[in-house]
């Protein structure tokens, strides 16, 4: 990672203009009317990428500068697919409170804050202090990238299997920040609370359990709930897996309605194979984290991009319809074949909408003209754009 200047310094007037006494103009504009930092500075094409490193990837926490790697990989990817810059800043605090008191002085530096790897219940409680606190975007990526790409490739699923998200029956495996940020986005969309069973690793999140944590509480079922994961599965339409390797048995599947929804999403080994999945129900439609098995859900179809238009749009916020604009384009784009330079990416894709390609590629060019655009359309009819 580097800082690159866009303007020319290789005179004594350039210095001059870059820093003093040049600067002096814009930094008294600044002062009378904030909001020209997005013309005078680079606020308006800036994120940071916040970490403390309590909940990297698959290697749990292991610190806020063992987790620097991966946020400077994040800061690539929205420079890379959105030609967002974006710092990463790692910070050594895992009380959540206090993190949220330093990410809450960062605003006038950055358009938005892209909050990574923190563990859950904290990744909450930081997240919802600073959206209160900061007048730019907070996203927690963990949660609402991932929700939104698993709710993009349910509209295509459900659109092939003729069912609508207010009928759906969906079983979840795994409690955690994306399960329950999906969970959050889907009942926003329609999906009834009450056709939701959700697992942890204690079992059925219920009602009757005591102590149980505020998020999962929203979704506990009433009274004691099924004895296990394969009897919830009898004559579901969707299991939607954010959990580990092998927790869904294939023969399970046997039992779910006809042309089941797998999105087994555990990294690096899924909850079910797709080959296993397929050798029980030959009509599933199959989703996986992995790059290697067709419709992957991968965050990076979402945030470059749902930033992007949060920016273009000067959006105060990220609202649920924001990420529902995002769904529906990256969605959409699934539905028709990408241009010679994506397909030549993949030459082992037959890019056809259906089974086997619910979801666009990472590489796919329209993802950075499509959903930037829908995201912005989304704040400024949600009140939200500046």
Known sequence: MAAVTTKPLA??????????????????????????????????????????????????????????????GKAALFKAFAGVDAVDICIDEKDPKKLADIISTLGPSFGGINLEDIKAPDCFIVEEICRERMDIPVF????????????????????LTGRTLESLKLVVNGAGAAAIATLDLLTSQGLPKDNIT??????????????????????AKEGKGPKSLAKALEGADMFLGVSKAA???????????????????ANPEPEVWPA?????????????????????????????FLFRGALDARAHSITPAMQRAAALAIAELARSKPGKETTDAYPNDDFVFGQNYILPKPFDARLGEVVPAAVAQGAKEDGVAG
């Open 11 to 72: 005179t004594q007037h350039d210095l001059s203009l870059a820093y003093s006494p040049g600067v002096a103009g814009p930094c008294l504009d600044i002062q009378k009317n904030p909001a020209a930092a997005y013309e005078m500075t680079n606020k308006s094409n800036t994120v940071a990428v916040i970490s403390n490193g309590t909940a990297v990837l698959g290697l749990g926490n292991i610190g806020a500068m063992a987790s620097k790697p991966v946020m400077e």
């Open 247 to 265: 927790a869904l048995n294939p023969l399970w599947i046997a039992h779910m309605n006809k042309a089941p929804i797998i999105f087994a999403l």
């Open 198 to 219: 959700l697992f942890d690793s204690q079992g059925c999140v219920t009602t009757s359990r005591k102590g149980l944590e505020a998020r999962r509480a929203v979704y």
């Open 140 to 159: 927690h990526d963990d949660q609402h990238g991932t929700a939104t790409v698993i709710y993009a490739g349910l509209i295509n699923a459900l659109e």
């Open 276 to 304: 296993h999945a397929l050798e029980v129900a030959s009509d599933a439609i199959v989703a996986t984290g992995r790059s290697d098995f067709a419709n992957q859900v991968n965050n990076v179809l979402c945030f470059p």
